[in-house]
Nanobody
Framework: QVQLVESGGGLVQAGGSLRLSCAAS????????MGWFRQAPGKEREFVAH????????AYADSVKGRFTISRDNAKNTVYLQMNSLKPEDTAVYYC???????????????WGQGTQVTVSS
């Protein structure tokens, strides 16, 4: 089992920044590729960003490319999502998740955090 706990969400004005953190415990963190997803009210959960086990390879949804940066610190068992130039359409609950697959598909992620709310006001 891997336990994931997100933090860092909140209310921010459009154009502002937030940094989300996801702390992992349980099995060896560096064995897992990590992803960030988000879900807005009435919408399906969508892929935001993904990072490889050693942090070298990353991937982003087109909607956040150039604004968001995913990173990880395996010594601290933590993955981060730096969000800059936030837009109202970024408002959602943000989840981190762990997988042993190379995938952006939510149902192929094995473990999920409880989520953290991000609200961007216009």
């Amino acid at each position: 089992q891997v336990q994931l706990v997100e933090s860092g969400g909140g209310l921010v004005q459009a154009g502002g920044s937030l940094r989300l953190s996801c702390a992992a415990s349980g099995r060896t963190f560096s064995n897992y590729r990590m992803g960030w997803f988000r879900q807005a009210p009435g919408k399906e959960r969508e892929f935001v960003a993904h990072i490889s086990r050693n942090g070298v390879s990353t991937a982003y949804a087109d909607s956040v490319k150039g604004r968001f940066t995913i990173s990880r610190d395996n010594a601290k068992n933590t993955v981060y999502l730096q969000m800059n130039s936030l837009k109202p359409e970024d408002t959602a609950v943000y989840y981190c998740a762990a997988t042993t697959s190379i995938t952006t598909t939510p149902h192929l992620y094995n473990y999920w955090g409880q989520g953290t709310q991000v609200t961007v006001s216009s």
